[in-house]
């Protein structure tokens, strides 16, 4: 059973709108989540994180929102450029594991148009 | 930030070689780090944890004997795999952390392709 699941495999935006990328999660043990970027043939580079005492964290044009309830997190980048095309990977973790062995789901293909 | 450095970033062997894949942690030492295998437009699955003086941990249906682990020094980890077959394919990446409850590093990773 797949206890981190991104049900789009891909997403479509015009360049200076908005992306918004959704993860659920099945098992109520996580309490850390990641999100990462990856390019083909490179290994992936973290985004940013939030922690269950959270329901939102936001870095410049990345913001994760996390709703416990519904098991639910999503990332939005706002304005969304050419160069965040990649593959974008929702990862879940506890706060007593090291961030390093995470599950993660199975990854959105973000593409930007210009 | 912190760096893992991840060699070889390409290899191809011939089946029934072995072939060893190197993890550094170039700016901080780490305790444990962590082997991911890729197949193509799949996610990222934990084949191990690779423990620094003491064996690795193996995740349900990785055949330790395949996937051989050391973890010599703080800085290093290896990932040897042995008797390769063609469906040993893939992209492996390794990672690590400076600490609890932070991001993770990952290196680059390392295609390999058993003909």
């Known amino acids: 059973d797949q206890q981190v699941k991104q049900n789009s495999p891909s997403l479509s935006v015009q360049e200076g709108r908005i992306s918004i990328l959704n993860c659920d999660y099945t098992n109520s043990m996580f309490d850390y989540f990641l999100w990462y970027k990856k390019y083909p043939a490179e290994g992936p580079t973290f985004l940013i994180s939030?922690?269950?005492?959270?329901d939102k964290n936001e870095d410049g044009r990345f913001t994760v929102f996390l709703n416990k309830s519904a098991k639910h997190l999503s990332l939005h980048i706002v304005p969304s450029q050419p160069g965040d095309s990649a593959v974008y990977f929702c990862a879940a973790t506890s706060l007593n594991t090291n961030a390093g062995k995470s599950t993660f789901g199975d990854g959105t293909t973000l593409t930007v148009k210009p | 930030g912190a760096v893992v450095s991840q060699h070889p970033s390409r290899v191809i062997c011939k089946s029934g070689t072995s072939v060893k894949i190197e993890c550094r942690s170039l700016?901080?030492?780490?305790?444990?780090m962590f082997w991911y295998r890729q197949f193509p437009k799949q996610s990222l699955m934990l084949m191990a944890t690779?423990?620094?003086?003491?064996?690795?941990?193996?995740e349900q249906g990785v055949e330790k004997d395949k996937f051989l682990i050391n973890h010599a020094s703080l800085t290093l980890s290896t990932l040897t795999v042995t008797s390769a077959h063609p469906e040993d394919s893939s992209f492996y990446i390794c990672s690590a952390d400076p600490s609890l409850n932070t991001e993770a590093f990952f290196g680059q990773g390392t295609r390999l392709t058993v003909v």
């Open positions: 939030i922690s269950s005492i959270k």
């Open positions: 700016d901080f030492q780490a305790t444990t």
């Open positions: 690779s423990n620094e003086g003491s064996k690795a941990t193996y």
